[in-house]
């Protein structure tokens, strides 16, 4: 079966389209990277769209109208997916959506809203859509997040070790897939850690003004920024003393609480501070709290995937706080998902395919013991593409490992375990 999978996450800068074909090889789920574009979100809609996020207010024909433009930005990426990666013989599409507001309150998750109409993307494709992925494993007592830990348990599955699977998109994620570490019970666990970028972002954006061509700072780009600066330790502190990075997981958050404002107030008292101090003490803010989450469980190898992966400085601070140069024995060796045949930034976009097809085999795309749901649940609802909605029928094996194999014509298959 080939999947489109569809992803914007918490930067919202872009959507990402991967495409894969994907077979069922006795228990073993074998994923073949068709390829990945990335389409941005044009600017007045990056504009209205941060302009509707927390902490702002807006009324429900914002949101609607946020709703269809959003879910014909996705259709667009789907059909171009479609043609130029699957030749136009996609089965189905998996869209995540944008998400625009996670309702977490005393560490427990309310609900959680992705906008995006479905109906445009099935309209303009003609494939079914599995979508609104989330709301079910809310519905069922969890996170609703992180939702990639069922494929992160099933790739690394076997790995020598304690694997973590790490992506740093706006915010955070780690799954720990444990060799007997402690704390664990055997079990994997997922969580949120807190923000990768979104602070980082939110500094830029606001302190960086213009680069030399005129352009306004979306992001430190390669880490340019951070390496310039000198880490504000009082900043610092103000910032670990969040308490959120103490609570127990499973947990998550969003911008709904690491936001431009929320950065404003832990910057008062700190004086007239340089945006590169800034971006330097939050770039290590990162790293320091990814580490400190990893840390007790003994993790051996940490995958780490996502926009933060392009930040040299972030990723070396992430080493130094781990112990984790290359090589080093007893130490948490530091990689990206590229090494193990994912592409670090589309590997989320891979992952909602792979939710997609097993939604559409009917067949659970929850680990309880990461989100913390009572039980596994079937995710999203399905949008028919046309007349005579034909699903295939569930196998009679369940996966219970993800292997990658190689695209067509580039060489051998690259496996995770």
């Known amino acids: 079966m080939r999947v489109v999978g569809l992803m914007s996450g918490t930067s919202y800068d872009a959507i990402d389209a991967a495409a894969a074909d994907l077979s069922l090889d006795g228990d073993t789920l074998v994923l073949t990277p068709l390829g990945m574009i990335s ?28 709703d269809t433009r959003i879910g014909r930005a996705f259709a667009a990426a789907a059909v171009r997916a479609d043609e130029e990666l ?3 013989r996609a089965d189905l599409v998996a869209s995540h959506g944008q998400t625009v507001f996670h309702w977490a309150e005393d560490g427990r998750v309310h609900g959680t809203l992705q906008i995006g109409e479905p109906a445009w993307i099935a309209e303009a494709t003609g494939r079914p859509v599995v979508s609104g992925f989330r709301t079910r494993d809310v519905a069922a007592g969890g996170q609703g997040a992180p939702l990639v830990s069922i494929v992160d348990v099933l790739w690394l599955r076997g790995r020598p070790g304690v694997p973590v699977a790490l992506n740093l998109g706006g915010i955070g994620n780690v799954t720990v ?22 602070l980082i972002d939110a500094a830029v954006r606001a302190l960086a003004g213009r680069d030399a061509s005129g352009r306004a700072y979306a992001m430190d780009a390669g880490g340019a920024l951070a390496a310039r600066g000198t880490v504000h330790r009082p900043l610092l502190r103000r910032l670990l003393d969040d308490p959120y990075y103490a609570r127990n997981a499973p947990k998550t958050t969003g911008k709904e609480r690491f936001h431009l404002p929320y950065l404003r107030a832990a910057l008062e008292g700190c004086g007239s501070l340089p945006v590169e101090d800034v971006v330097a003490t939050l770039t290590r803010l990162t790293a320091r709290t990814v580490a400190d989450a990893i840390r007790p469980f003994g993790a051996t190898e940490v995958i780490a995937s996502g926009g933060g992966t392009r930040n040299p400085v972030l990723m070396g601070l992430l080493r130094e706080e781990l112990g984790g140069e290359p090589g080093g024995a007893g130490r948490c060796v530091v990689r990206s998902s590229d090494e193990l045949g994912l592409p670090a930034g589309a590997k989320e976009a891979y992952a909602f395919a792979v939710l997609g097809w097993l939604t559409a085999h009917g067949l659970p795309g929850t680990v309880p013991s ?13 949008t028919p593409g046309g007349p005579g909605l034909r699903l295939p029928r569930p196998p009679a094996t369940a996966p219970g490992r993800l292997t990658v194999a190689s695209a067509p014509g580039t060489g051998r298959p690259k496996h995770a375990g």
């Open 39 to 66: 389409t941005a979100y044009d600017d007045e809609l990056r504009a209205d769209l941060a302009g509707a996020l927390p902490p702002a207010g807006v009324d429900l024909a914002t949101v609607c109208r946020l």
């Open 177 to 198: 897939v444990p060799g007997g570490a402690k704390g664990t019970g055997g079990e994997p666990l997922a969580f949120d850690t807190g923000p990768a970028n979104a």
């Open 370 to 382: 990461c989100t913390g749901a009572r039980h596994a649940s079937v995710l999203g609802s399905i």
């Open 86 to 88: 699957c030749g136009g």
